[in-house]
Each structure stands twice: as C-alpha cells, then as structure tokens.
C-alpha cells in the first residue's frame, strides 16, 4: 500500500511558466514533508521541505504547500528554468527518528 | 568536505555471485539507508540501520545482506539471491533531524 503518492509520471512545462507538482499521502501520523531533487545518475538532493504545524515554505523560487485535511502537498517553481528538468520526490516522515516513505516521483521537462 | 562516497560508480556481476557494495560517511550520522531506483519505481527502501551493530529490513530485503559495523560505513551485499539485480542503487545518512543526504549511486548490471 503506496502511503506517498505521486500519480502524475511527468509534466512538462514551458520556460518561465509556473510549474505545480502534487503529492498525496494516506497516513494522517505524517508530520514533516520534503521535496527532493535528482539528476540522472546521481543521488537525490534535498529541495524544501515543510512541518505539519505550517501550510507554506518558501525558499526563492520554490514553494510547498501543504494542505492537511485533504492530505496534499504541492511544489510551485516559479519561475521554471530549464535547469530545473529533473525526476522530483516527494517524502515524507512520521517523527523525527523515523525513516522516510518516498513517492514514486514525476519527471519534470521544462521547455527552452 | 562531509558527505556520502558510494563506490564503485558502476559496477558489473555475472549471475550467480555476490557483489558488495560500499557506503562511507563523514558527516558523523547515526542512521544509514539503502534504496534501489527503478524506472516507475521510485526509491525502494532495502535495509536501514539506526545505529551501530543494529540493522533492519526494509521494503524489499530478499536476497540483500548488510553490516553496521562502524558508524561511517554502511555496506550492501547484493547476494544470488536477488533475482534482479539490475538497477541504481543509493546510500542516505540522516541525523534524525532532518532528511537524508544522499550519495551518487551505484550503477549495477548483471551480465
């Protein structure tokens, strides 16, 4: 039983346009979200994260936003670059000591 | 610098033998992950250790082994047990605070 989900494989977006990347998650004992980056063929890089106790972090041109009661997550970049091309994870965790439960990740192309 | 070294980057085996594959941190972690990456996957958890000498399965164990036998190193034995072997495998170090740091990956084929 998938508890993180990201349903959509990809998006693809154009340069300097708005990207959203959304994230669900089935487990109300989730208190801390992250959003990881990754490259091909490298290790994931950690991007912005969010407490439960929050709804919105803000990190330059990266947004998460976390909407509790329906158990939803989302990225915003804005604006998108095409550096920013890459898979995105979301994570999540259930205290400070617990491991941490990935989705499937979304392929994010951003066009020149 | 601190960080995550995974070696080798690539790492060929032929069927029927064990392959070991290393994770070394200098960041002073206590907790220590391996993942497999296939495509559509995601990230897979395969063991995980939260102290020295103490490990636990992850998601997807069969036919993996690991030791904890000094804080740095977290090594993963892929065994001829695993019936497909083949795919991105990643070492994480955490220090419970925040998330993981992650190395770059072992590119693992089974020829």
């Known amino acids: 039983d998938q508890q993180v989900k990201q349903n959509s494989p990809s998006l693809s977006v154009q340069e300097g346009r708005i990207s959203i990347l959304n994230c669900d998650y089935t487990n109300s004992m989730f208190d801390y979200f992250l959003w990881y980056k990754k490259y091909p063929a490298e290790g994931p890089t950690f991007l912005i994260s969010i407490s439960s106790i929050k709804d919105k972090n803000e990190d330059g041109r990266f947004t998460v936003f976390l909407n509790k009661s329906a158990k939803h997550l989302s990225l915003h970049i804005v604006p998108s670059q095409p550096g920013d091309s890459a898979v995105y994870f979301c994570a999540a965790r259930m205290s400070r000591r617990s491991k941490l439960t990935f989705g499937k990740g979304i392929t994010l192309s951003v066009r020149p | 610098d601190g960080g995550i070294t995974q070696s080798p980057k690539y790492l060929f085996r032929k069927e029927g033998q064990n392959v070991t594959l290393s994770c070394e941190q200098n960041?002073?972690?206590?907790?220590m992950y391996w993942y497999r990456q296939d495509p559509g996957q995601g990230l897979r958890l395969i063991y995980y250790?939260?102290?020295?000498?103490?490990?636990q399965k992850g998601d997807i164990a069969e036919g993996y082994s690991v030791s904890r036998e000094k804080k740095e190193s977290f090594p993963l034995t892929v065994t001829s047990a695993q019936k497909n072997p083949t795919a991105f495998y990643l070492c994480?170090?955490?220090?419970?605070?925040?998330?993981?740091?992650f190395g770059s990956g072992t590119r693992l084929t089974v020829v």
């Open positions: 960041l002073n972690h206590d907790a």
């Open positions: 250790s939260q102290i020295v000498n103490d490990f």
């Open positions: 994480a170090s955490s220090p419970h605070r925040y998330g993981y740091t």
